[in-house]
């Protein structure tokens, strides 16, 4: 015969079980309301390590909320890492400092990002190969994972959105989040002359955002060259004015890291 305190308990306990899980629901309809995602997804699993380790009320609440926050800044630096354009080369974990001639003390200044928000420009020169396009894109991810809104761009990208913008919306769209930037990367500029009105353009933009955004150049090309590409004089002349006021240029030498591991499907011969 079943003991009748015993029973009234099992009927107890399975009713304020059910009326838990109801209330678990309840939370997570809640979340999806309020688009709390994470506290919704991670409710169950923190409302168990809560009755493990005993959490008291504030220190349940502040681990909900922190979960949210975690979430929405993983999802935040996803966003603005796909927005951010990067080559796949952008770990300046991996890059070889010295072979270019840049010392490891330089990069881990540069990696401290001081200069972002001191709206200073980076100038990376040198030839074809030495590691200008990679030291670019890394300070890039640095810069996303620290919270900078970034992009990186090549010349002719930049170039097609100055030229489409008026009459192609997802151009304007593009352009109005690049003048918003906190730094930009303008990838392989001068590679090719400029028609006049697309120099016009170009020095427009950049006279537009340079006192509001950090710009990192990488070029082959010396200053003194820039203005044979721009074909005139004056407007090259301004737009190093502007670059160059607040600027690092940093000389990348040595012999191009592509020739040096160049790769073959043909067989070794014998």
Not at 8 to 27: A, D, P, R, V
Not at 245 to 260: A, D, H, K, P, Q
């Amino acid at each position: 015969m079943i003991n009748p305190d015993v029973a009234g308990y099992c009927q107890q306990h399975h009713y304020n079980k059910k009326q838990m899980e109801k209330q678990k629901q309840e939370i997570k309809q809640l979340c999806s309301s309020f688009r709390l995602s994470a506290i919704g997804a991670n409710l169950e699993e923190i409302i168990a390590e809560a009755e493990q380790d005993n959490l008291g009320f504030v220190q349940y609440t502040l681990k909900l909320f922190k979960s949210e926050a975690d979430h929405r800044q993983s999802r935040d630096q996803i966003r603005r890492t796909k927005e951010a354009g990067l080559p796949r080369n952008n770990n300046l974990n991996l890059y070889q400092t010295e072979r270019n001639g840049l010392k490891s003390e330089r990069l881990a200044q540069l990696r401290e990002l001081n200069w972002i928000d001191q709206l200073f420009n980076i100038v990376l020169m040198g030839p074809s190969g030495t590691g200008k396009t990679a030291l670019a894109a890394g300070l890039c991810m640095d810069a996303v994972k620290a919270g900078y809104k970034v992009y990186f761009r090549t010349m002719d990208e930049i170039l097609n959105t100055l030229k489409t913008k008026d009459f192609v919306k997802s151009k304007m769209v593009e352009y109005k989040k690049l003048i918003k930037a906190n730094l930009i990367v303008l990838d392989d500029i001068m590679l090719f002359p400029l028609e006049k009105n697309m120099a016009v353009a170009f020095f427009n933009f950049i006279n537009q955002i340079y006192e509001q955004t950090s710009i990192i150049i990488t070029t082959n090309k010396k200053p003194t060259e820039w203005a044979k590409m721009l074909d005139d004089e004056v407007i090259a002349t301004a737009l190093l004015d502007r670059l160059l006021f607040r600027c690092e240029v940093i000389n990348l030498t040595g012999e191009s890291y592509r020739m040096e591991n160049r790769k073959t499907f043909f067989e070794p011969s014998n």
